[in-house]
Structures are given as structure tokens and as C-alpha cells.
């Protein structure tokens, strides 16, 4: 009987568009109708082989792979495709009944599941050859994401050209506002939960992983950055400031970076530039940082109390700026505290208790010892 139906594949085409223009499957799709005949064809004769256990050429055989690798590039959902696909039996099994006498359409119930197994396996091979085409197209889609990615930082985006390419390619505005992220590797984990969140939100972003360790790159406005701070709760990672426009997102990748260099180990939070700024600004202006420490250290290199000098100051710095709570925070009196910021005063003539003073030596101290290792 099988052999009797496979001449008439073409009616059997037709009967199975028929029943996809009822379901609206493949309305809005990319498939080409005369391809879409032309495959349909080939996996109505594969079927009618194997019912009838005739002989089947490799091309045919391969029809289940090709099929599923093309609906794949032209990006029909896997949900259409199987589903167009296990239509295939309802034709057939309409076909059959339409050719079989009264013998064999008796019989035929007897066959129903092995023909229902001949069509299931060509279904699956479809959605095996679409999942692998679609995985491999994905990795090509997210290598070319990280490559722009990489040619945005590489020309700081000051190359319009570039800047316009990579907004096409990771599906960013040009103009856009932007917050940027990273954190280490061994709080990558955490940072992927965070895009997840953001990705479950419909949020824009575009995640890669940067030297030292991973970035997120967000789209946010001002009111957004809040719900963006919550997504980053209990993360040890850095925040840059806003960037205002693609082109500017290097910039906020390298301060992130730097913000992120500066943030204590055992902290379990977004870093802001607001907490690491005098080590961000260090790190861009090296060489003024360091003559600054080196002056005030070589002020202080035969001073036997030099330590105790710059400990208290700091101390002072870092607290609110009055003695009393640096008295309590070091167990001294405050007259003890004063005469020593006033003999620090006397010896390097930096007075922290003058703001200018103040934010020059903390800017100083982020630089550590000085160059010539003096003590």
C-alpha cells in the first residue's frame, strides 16, 4: 500500500499545507515556498520508503538533518518546526486510508504505531539537526559580539565608524546611557546571576569576559539604576560611573577596572567610584601621586615616630575630620592627637586639618612607600 501512495507526494504536499495555513504555521516565516515544496516532497518519499521498506538513497536519508539545520539559519522557532513536521502523519495516515481496501484497511490499525514511530524518528532528527545548528549559531553570533566588543576598547571609541558597527552588532544604541560592571573571576558566578535577572527583566546589556575578569555592560536610565544596584546586591564587584553614549563605554570599562583594583578583598558589595576614587585617581596620574609620597616620606625618613605621625593622620582623614573621634579610634588623648598632626605639620608642612591639605595627603598615601624605598 505504501508504494501504491508514493507516487502521489504532491497531492500529499498540498493536503499538508492545507493543515499548516489551518494552524497558522510557517504565515511569517522566512521558509520559501518552493523550498518549502521541495523538502516536503523528499520527507514524504523518505516516509513512503521506509513504510514499505524500500531501499533509501543517502541524500534521502539525510532529508531529517538538512531540513532541521535550515529552519535553524532561517530561524523558524523549534516549537513550528516540530510541529509542521508531525503533521506528516496525519496526511500519510489519511493517504493510507484513502488507498486501502477493506482488507487492508482493517489491518492498517495493526501498523499505526510502527508508522507513527517512522514519522516520530524523522521528527526528532529534525529537532536534533536544528538544536546543534542553532547552538553553533549562537557561538558564531557571541563571537562576533566579543569581537566588536573587543574593537570598541581597542579604538576607545573614537572611531564613529566602529562605535556604529558594534551598537549594530550587540543591539546597543549609539546614544544610550550605560552602567558598567565587572567583577573578578571567582565572583563571575554571582555577575551571570545578575545579567539572568536582567535578561528575565527584557533589559539590553552585553556580557563578556575582559582581562582580569568579567563585564556587563547595561543599558539604564537614571531611574533604572536603582533596580540595576539591587540586581548587583551581595556582589564584590566594580560600578562605573554612567556612560553617556557607546563611544564612552571604554572610558567607564577602564575606570570599573581601576575601581575594582581599589576595593578591599572582603567586601560583598558594588564598589562606586565614590569609595575608591583617591586610588582610581592614583592609578591615572602615577608619577604625581608617587613625588607627592616621596616628598612627604623623605620629610619623615629620620623621624624615629614617622609611622606613628602618618598613622594618625590618616586615621584623622579617613574618619569625619574632628580629633575627639580620632583620639577614640587610636586610644590616645586628643591633645596627643593634635600635637601630632601639628608636629607632621611642622616636619612636611602638610596640615591635615586644612581639606586641601587633607584630600593632597590621602592622595599621597595611596601611593604607599616611596620610590626609592626609604623608609
Given at each position: 500500500m505504501a508504494g501504491r501512495c508514493l507516487p502521489r507526494v504532491d497531492d500529499q504536499y498540498r493536503a499538508w499545507l492545507v493543515l499548516l495555513r489551518r494552524s497558522g504555521l510557517y504565515g511569517d516565516s522566512w521558509v520559501d515556498h518552493d523550498e518549502l515544496r521541495a523538502k516536503a516532497l523528499e520527507v514524504f518519499e523518505l516516509i513512503w520508503r521506509r513504510i514499505a521498506g524500500f531501499e533509501v538513497a543517502e541524500h534521502l536519508a539525510e532529508v531529517s538533518h538538512r531540513v532541521g539545520v535550515r529552519r535553524a539559519e532561517q530561524g523558524v522557532p523549534l516549537s513550528e518546526v516540530q510541529a509542521a513536521a508531525n503533521r506528516d502523519f496525519q496526511v500519510v495516515w489519511e493517504a493510507m486510508l484513502a488507498e486501502a481496501d477493506d482488507h487492508e484497511a482493517a489491518a492498517l490499525l495493526q501498523h499505526a504505531p510502527?508508522?507513527?514511530?517512522?514519522?516520530?524518528?524523522?521528527?526528532?532528527?529534525?529537532?536534533?539537526?536544528?538544536?546543534?545548528?542553532?547552538n553553533e549559531l549562537d557561538d558564531l553570533s557571541d563571537d562576533r559580539r566579543r569581537e566588536w566588543f573587543r574593537r570598541l576598547l581597542k579604538c576607545d571609541g573614537e572611531r564613529p565608524d566602529v562605535v556604529k558597527n558594534a551598537a549594530e552588532v550587540l543591539e546597543l544604541p549609539v546614544e544610550g546611557r550605560f552602567r558598567v560592571v565587572i567583577a573578578t573571576r571567582e565572583h563571575a558566578g554571582r555577575l551571570r546571576d545578575a545579567r539572568d535577572a536582567l535578561m528575565a527583566l527584557r533589559w539590553s546589556f552585553h556580557y563578556q569576559e575582559v582581562e582580569g575578569g568579567d563585564l556587563l555592560v547595561i543599558q539604564s536610565t537614571q531611574e533604572q539604576d536603582k533596580r540595576v544596584m539591587i540586581c548587583l546586591g551581595g556582589i564584590r564587584c566594580a560600578v562605573a560611573p554612567p556612560a553617556h553614549g557607546l563611544d564612552e563605554v571604554p572610558r567607564a570599562t577602564r575606570i570599573a577596572s581601576d575601581i575594582l583594583a581599589a576595593l578591599p578583598e572582603d567586601r560583598s558589595s558594588p564598589g562606586l567610584l565614590e569609595d575608591a576614587w583617591l586610588s582610581v585617581a592614583a592609578t591615572q596620574a602615577p608619577l604625581v601621586t608617587q613625588a607627592l609620597a616621596d616628598r612627604i616620606h623623605r620629610c619623615l625618613e629620620n623621624v624615629q615616630d614617622g609611622d606613628v605621625l602618618l598613622e594618625?593622620?590618616?586615621?584623622?582623614?579617613?574618619?569625619?575630620?574632628?580629633?575627639?573621634?580620632?583620639?577614640g579610634e587610636l586610644f590616645c588623648h586628643r591633645n596627643t592627637v593634635l600635637n601630632r598632626l601639628e608636629r607632621l605639620r611642622s616636619l612636611t608642612g602638610v596640615d591635615v586639618r586644612r581639606p586641601r591639605d587633607a584630600a593632597g595627603f590621602l592622595f599621597a598615601m595611596s601611593a604607599g612607600k616611596p620610590a626609592g624605598g626609604t623608609p
Open positions: 510502527a508508522i507513527w514511530a517512522i514519522v516520530e524518528d524523522h521528527t526528532q532528527r529534525i529537532t536534533e539537526a536544528y538544536r546543534r545548528r542553532s594618625t593622620a590618616r586615621v584623622f582623614c579617613d574618619g569625619d575630620g574632628t580629633v575627639s573621634r580620632a583620639a
